[in-house]
Structures are given as C-alpha cells and as structure tokens.
T-cell receptor, first 112, second 113 residues
Framework: GESVGLHLPTLSVQEGDNSIINCAYSNSASDYFIWYKQESGKGPQFIIDIRSNMDKRQGQRVTVLLNKTVKHLSLQIAATQPGDSAVYFCAESYTGRRALTFGSGTRLQVQP | DGGITQSPKYLFRKEGQNVTLSCEQNLNHDAMYWYRQDPGQGLRLIYYSQIVNDFQKGDIAEGYSVSREKKESFPLTVTSAQKNPTAFYLC????????????FGDGTRLSIL
C-alpha cells in the first residue's frame, strides 16, 4: 500500500549547522510532495513543495531534493537556528488521490 | 489577515455526546479538509470537501460527520459512535484538491471527560 515514512524520528544539530531531514515514499505514482513544520500545540506550517517533474527546489534557507529513482525526498535547512526546532513532516499525493498522505514526522532539536 | 480559524482550542466531550468543531477560512479556497493527529504521529484524513455542498470520506471517517453549506465554513461533528475521540483535530484549506499546498489552522484538542 502507499506509505510515507521518515528514516530518523529525532535529529539533533548544533546551531549554525546544516540539517538534512529524510523521507521515503512507496508509491511510484506520487507526483506532488510537500514539507511542513509543526511547533508544539500548533498546526503544520507550509515550508516548501515540489512536483515530480523537478528534482530540486530552493526556498529561503531550505532546499528540497527529490530522487524518484529511489523514492526519496529530503529537506535541507541551511544555518539551522533555534527557531527551527520543531517536528517536520513530509507528505505526498498523486493525481487521483485528492488529499495528502503524511509521514509520521521527524523532531529537529537545535542545540545552542 | 487571511487564514484559517479553528474553535474552540480545547473541547471536552462526555460519553454519548456529539460535539462540533468549527473551521472558518477567509482565503477564498475551494477545498477544505479535516485531519486527526494522535500523539507522536502524523496526520490522518477524516473528510475533505472540494466545493460547497460536496464532501468525501477520507481514511478514517467512521464516527465523524461534516457539512459544507458555505465556502468559508467546514464544521466537523464528532459523534458518540467515535469510540476513541481524544486527539488533536486540524482543519486545512487549499485552492483546489489537486497538488496544492494545504494551509492549516491551529487545531482543536478534544478530550473525554
């Protein structure tokens, strides 16, 4: 069945370092991918998305990489700051499924 | 400011009681969604609506009901048939249902008395 999962449940990094959060997906038909950040007690906040016709997309301090060959998605955060501490979710969808399927999340902890 | 408003922030339900969670958006989005989040887990889709007067079951619709009488409003009722309702409920909206970012409210935490 379709599933979206994460390799590491918790990632701890030093302030100023770059962070990489990984996500695997199983549905080869998936054509839309998105990353969210969720702080405690709040709703998920959109970070960046990417469509399957791309393999890289950059935003402010963030980059999403998509490897369709191995069904892998990653979120890179440059110069990680304490305010980046949160749970990060990847989600995916495909034409015909009119909703997102979410992974279980990775907690990012930024050490000062 | 445009956004999604969920209310109340905290809600308590007694046994055998139905409760309704409110979700309002002023983003002029056609599509709206309800998700359930359990501790330490991702989001699971309960219901979604592509357009006014239309809605579809998600992956875990049993024990829940919705309505979409207005574009900006998508209330969720947690019925007494939902035996494990304690969770964090999140409402989202997007311009359309296909390959668009969903924007979320700040959730309602439902607990059983």
């Amino acid at each position: 069945g379709e599933s979206v999962g994460l390799h590491l449940p918790t990632l701890s990094v030093q302030e100023g370092d770059n962070s990489i959060i990984n996500c695997a997906y199983s549905n080869s038909a998936s054509d839309y991918f998105i990353w969210y950040k969720q702080e405690s007690g709040k709703g998920p906040q959109f970070i960046i998305d990417i469509r399957s016709n791309m393999d890289k997309r950059q935003g402010q301090r963030v980059t999403v990489l998509l490897n369709k060959t191995v069904k892998h998605l990653s979120l890179q955060i440059a110069a990680t700051q304490p305010g980046d501490s949160a749970v990060y979710f990847c989600a995916e969808s495909y034409t015909g499924r009119r909703a997102l399927t979410f992974g279980s999340g990775t907690r990012l902890q930024v050490q000062p | 400011d445009g956004g999604i408003t969920q209310s109340p922030k905290y809600l308590f339900r007694k046994e055998g009681q139905n409760v309704t969670l409110s979700c309002e958006q002023n983003l002029n989005h056609d599509a709206m969604y309800w998700y359930r989040q359990d501790p330490g887990q991702g989001l699971r889709l309960i219901y979604y609506s592509q357009i006014v007067n239309d809605f579809q079951k998600g992956d875990i619709a049993e024990g829940y009901s919705v309505s979409r009488e207005k574009k900006e409003s998508f209330p969720l009722t947690v019925t007494s048939a939902q035996k494990n309702p304690t969770a964090f409920y999140l409402c989202a909206s997007s311009r359309t249902v296909i390959n668009q970012p969903q924007h979320f409210g700040d959730g309602t935490r439902l607990s059983i008395l």
